[in-house]
């Protein structure tokens, strides 16, 4: 064996298929002379069984004179039309059904030809029985010593890949086009480790074909009682930009059994390629989200774009570094990139700079609570576009520290409008969260007050400024996605702080595409990121769960924590008195926001001088000063016992 393999001697399976047939790749012209051999060896054949059939099993003499006259003519038709369809020359790897369709199409010219001849030379002519019995013996054993070989490799890998270790019962979802491509990709590769035992597929008239070879199993429905009666241990998912609901249904089917999925590229749906194994990737959490996808007219953003000087501030996060990386792409004079964490700043300027060359790209290593700071750098790069992402975003974080919420969240964002408004950029985005409505957390009130505090200054400068409102992203480094994929490697148990709790969600490049566009085209001081259905996380942790092939309760148990501090059940958009909302364009809204009150700087100042101290008990009631839905349970306990101490 060692011996074989040293000398470059290849599987059967894995050999070019001439070499499978004994004909070696580099002799076409041998090739093709024994296929041709081949083919007059079998008309010869096949006109002498047609004439046995016909008369019983003995030649007649009166007979035998024409058949020896009449052999020499039909192998030269048959032999001369094969060669001018092109048939001698013949991939014993990559035929299929075009090919078929021509060897019959040639073998049928190639009757008609030798009865047009007969008739014409008033030969004496062969009964047309034996002429129509050699022409479907020929058609079949052309077409048998054909298509042979590739139908026994494809037999032999299929029983290869079944007995072989590791590999992974399979069942394909759909048996449409893109069925078609994948299984036909699935079953050639010699490396492939599934072995598909079949398909499923909602459309009734499917039940029961095969679709290359493999049966058409039943309805998406039956794929419990399948996966158990066939001990399967993998489902591909081939149906093009399949619903979120569909996903979470087949994944709500398989949720007690020990199965994992794969799914093919949303691309095809509207790219016509070839779809193969290794395109296969793993289904995700933003395959589950309950939305629309959205599109974007890169024309439109490079209009906005192009030629500008931008900065960014939190540069290093999730949504500045996307901020940083979508504006990168349409060619802005120059990009500042701003952020206290200076190792993820490294990273992010280098790719910048592996993607755009050409573009001035300068990482500042600075603090937003340092306003001199802030002011210098303004002077030096007159940022026209302000992208503000910079924020202590952790809810439990910030109840423990509250006053850095406020001197970074807040008083933050007031040292950058100012360096905006100094330094005359023409538009300020500030990057908001949906815990800003009703706020039970300090984090929440304090970007609810940064809304508020770049309204103010809006009011005295040149500079068009807007706050642009989301909900969660996936993937970002303070999410549930990232946490519950570390517990699930780790064996469990998955964490949930309640099983009725809901959040928002969107894939961060679809919420910074919104945002760069609700931000830059100027709609109003207010936007909100249409989000779709919010999500029940107790769902989305079981269905991470099953999509690891684990199952939920069994494998990984989920256990419920209780609300952190400063947590809601679930989160709103909008406040009451927002509701009276506009929609400007497919996702983007813009709200009617209450301005701020008549004594705002003061309040600001109060607020400013309580968080320098670090007093945290009236850090939350200068909050609540400024936003009167602001109530926190932390700071109603330590009223009553003020009261009682008071008694």
């Given at each position: 064996?060692?011996?074989?393999?040293?000398?470059?001697?290849?599987?059967?399976?894995?050999?070019?298929?001439?070499q499978?047939?004994g004909?070696?790749r580099?002799?076409?012209?041998?090739?093709?002379?024994?296929?041709?051999?081949?083919?007059?060896?079998?008309?010869?054949?096949?006109?002498?069984?047609?004439?046995?059939l016909?008369?019983?099993?003995?030649?007649?003499?009166?007979?035998?004179?024409?058949?020896?006259?009449?052999?020499?003519?039909?192998?030269?038709?048959r032999?001369?039309?094969?060669?001018?369809?092109?048939?001698?020359?013949?991939?014993?790897?990559s035929?299929?059904?075009?090919?078929?369709?021509?060897?019959?199409?040639?073998?049928?010219?190639?009757?008609?030809?030798?009865?047009?001849?007969?008739?014409?030379f008033?030969?004496?002519?062969?009964?047309?029985?034996v002429?129509?019995?050699?022409?479907?013996?020929?058609?079949?054993?052309?077409?048998?010593?054909?298509?042979?070989?590739?139908?026994?490799?494809?037999?032999?890998?299929?029983?290869?890949?079944?007995?072989?270790?590791?590999?992974?019962r399979t069942?394909?979802?759909?048996a449409?086009?893109a069925?078609?491509?994948?299984?036909?990709?699935?079953?050639?590769?010699?490396?492939?480790?599934w072995?598909?035992?079949?398909?499923?597929?909602?459309?009734?008239?499917?039940?029961?074909?095969?679709?290359?070879?493999?049966?058409?199993?039943?309805?998406?429905?039956a794929?419990?009682?399948?996966?158990?009666?066939?001990?399967?241990?993998?489902?591909?998912?081939?149906?093009?930009?399949?619903?979120?609901?569909?996903?979470?249904?087949?994944?709500?089917?398989c949720?007690?059994?020990?199965?994992?999925?794969?799914?093919?590229p949303?691309?095809?749906?509207?790219?016509?390629?070839?779809?193969?194994?290794?395109?296969?990737?793993?289904?995700?959490?933003?395959?589950?989200?309950?939305?629309?996808?959205?599109?974007?007219?890169?024309?439109?953003?490079?209009?906005?774009?192009?030629?500008?000087?931008?900065?960014?501030?939190?540069?290093?996060?999730s949504?500045?570094?996307?901020?940083?990386?979508?504006?990168?792409?349409?060619?802005?004079?120059?990009?500042?990139?701003?952020?206290?964490?200076?190792?993820?700043?490294?990273?992010?300027?280098?790719?910048?700079?592996?993607?755009?060359?050409?573009?001035?790209?300068?990482?500042?290593?600075?603090?937003?609570?340092?306003?001199?700071r802030?002011?210098?750098l303004?002077?030096?790069?007159s940022?026209?576009?302000?992208?503000?992402?910079?924020?202590?975003?952790?809810?439990?974080?910030?109840?423990?520290?509250?006053?850095?919420?406020i001197?970074?969240?807040?008083?933050?964002?007031?040292?950058?409008?100012?360096?905006a408004?100094?330094?005359?950029?023409?538009?300020?985005v500030?990057?908001?969260?949906?815990?800003?409505?009703?706020?039970?957390?300090?984090m929440?009130?304090?970007?609810?007050?940064?809304?508020?505090?770049?309204?103010?200054?809006?009011?005295?400068s040149?500079?068009?400024?807007?706050?642009?409102?989301?909900g969660?992203?996936?993937?970002?480094?303070?999410?549930?996605v990232?946490?519950?994929?570390?517990?699930?490697?780790?064996?469990?148990?998955?964490?949930?702080t309640?099983?009725d709790?809901?959040?928002?969600?969107?894939?961060?490049?679809?919420?910074?595409?919104?945002?760069?566009?609700?931000?830059?085209?100027?709609?109003?001081?207010?936007?909100?990121?249409?989000?779709?259905?919010p999500?029940?996380?107790?769902?989305?942790?079981?269905?991470?769960?099953?999509?690891?092939?684990?199952v939920?309760?069994?494998?990984?148990?989920?256990?419920?924590?209780?609300?952190?501090?400063?947590?809601?059940?679930?989160?709103?958009?909008?406040?009451?008195?927002?509701?009276?909302?506009?929609?400007?364009?497919n996702?983007?809204?813009?709200?009617?926001s209450?301005?701020?009150p008549?004594?705002?700087?003061?309040?600001?100042?109060?607020?400013?001088?309580?968080?320098?101290?670090?007093?945290?008990?009236?850090?939350?009631?200068?909050?609540?000063?400024l936003?009167p839905?602001?109530?926190?349970?932390?700071?109603?306990a330590?009223?009553?016992?003020?009261?009682?101490?008071?008694?």
């Open positions: 064996m060692a011996r074989g393999m040293s000398e470059g001697v290849l599987p059967v399976a894995e050999r070019p298929m001439e499978v047939v004909i070696q580099s002799s076409p012209r041998l090739r093709s002379l024994l296929v041709l051999l081949l083919d007059a060896t079998i008309t010869v054949g096949a006109l002498f069984c047609a004439v046995l016909r008369f019983d099993g003995e030649l007649p003499a009166q007979w035998q004179t024409a058949f020896e006259h009449r052999l020499p003519v039909l192998l030269t038709v032999l001369a039309t094969l060669v001018w369809f092109g048939l001698h020359r013949w991939s014993f790897r035929s299929g059904l075009n090919e078929a369709v021509r060897l019959v199409l040639a073998n049928t010219v190639a009757t008609v030809v030798f009865e047009a001849i007969r008739s014409f008033f030969f004496e002519a062969l009964p047309r029985s002429v129509a019995i050699e022409f479907f013996l020929s058609t079949a054993l052309m077409g048998a010593h054909r298509f042979a070989p590739r139908m026994a490799r494809l037999w032999y890998l299929d029983q290869k890949r079944s007995r072989a270790r590791g590999a992974q069942i394909v979802v759909g449409g086009s069925g078609d491509l994948l299984l036909h990709d699935l079953l050639r590769t010699p490396g492939s480790p072995h598909v035992i079949g398909l499923v597929d909602d459309d009734p008239g499917k039940h029961g074909s095969f679709l290359n070879g493999k049966p058409v199993l039943g309805p998406i429905d794929l419990p009682d399948l996966v158990t009666k066939h001990r399967v241990t993998q489902v591909l998912i081939a149906i093009p930009r399949l619903a979120p609901e569909r996903i979470r249904h087949i994944l709500g089917l949720k007690h059994q020990s199965v994992g999925f794969k799914i093919i949303a691309s095809f749906a509207y790219l016509d390629q070839k779809i193969t194994a290794a395109m296969l990737h793993e289904l995700s959490p933003e395959h589950l989200l309950p939305r629309d996808v959205i599109s974007f007219d890169q024309e439109e953003v490079h209009r906005l774009v192009a030629g500008r000087r931008i900065l960014v501030t939190g540069s290093a996060g949504i500045g570094s996307e901020i940083a990386r979508q504006v990168a792409a349409h060619a802005p004079s120059s990009l500042v990139l701003l952020d206290i964490n200076e190792n993820e700043l490294y990273l992010l300027v280098r790719q910048l700079q592996e993607r755009h060359p050409n573009l001035p790209v300068s990482a500042i290593v600075a603090d937003i609570r340092d306003q001199d802030l002011m210098r303004g002077r030096e790069y940022p026209q576009y302000v992208f503000h992402a910079a924020a202590h975003k952790h809810v439990p974080l910030m109840e423990d520290s509250p006053e850095e919420a001197k970074n969240n807040v008083f933050g964002t007031l040292n950058v409008a100012h360096m408004d100094a330094c005359g950029a023409e538009r300020f500030l990057i908001s969260t949906d815990k800003a409505v009703h706020p039970t957390s300090v929440g009130a304090s970007k609810r007050l940064a809304e508020m505090v770049i309204r103010d200054v809006a009011a005295r040149r500079t068009s400024f807007t706050a642009v409102r989301f969660n992203v996936l993937g970002s480094a303070g999410s549930v990232p946490l519950f994929k570390q517990q699930i490697q780790r064996g469990g148990p998955v964490t949930v309640h099983p709790c809901t959040r928002y969600f969107m894939v961060i490049p679809e919420a910074v595409g919104l945002v760069v566009l609700a931000g830059l085209q100027g709609y109003g001081e207010l936007c909100i990121l249409d989000m779709g259905t999500v029940r996380i107790a769902e989305l942790a079981a269905n991470m769960i099953t999509m690891a092939g684990l939920p309760g069994k494998d990984i148990s989920i256990i419920y924590t209780g609300l952190r501090p400063g947590e809601k059940i679930e989160e709103t958009l909008m406040s009451e008195e927002e509701e009276l909302t506009q929609q400007v364009r996702r983007i809204k813009v709200a009617q209450p301005a701020p008549a004594d705002f700087q003061l309040q600001l100042e109060r607020l400013r001088r309580v968080a320098q101290a670090g007093d945290s008990f009236g850090v939350m009631l200068a909050l609540r000063n936003i839905t602001y109530n926190p349970a932390k700071l109603r330590a009223e009553r016992v003020e009261r009682l101490e008071r008694s």
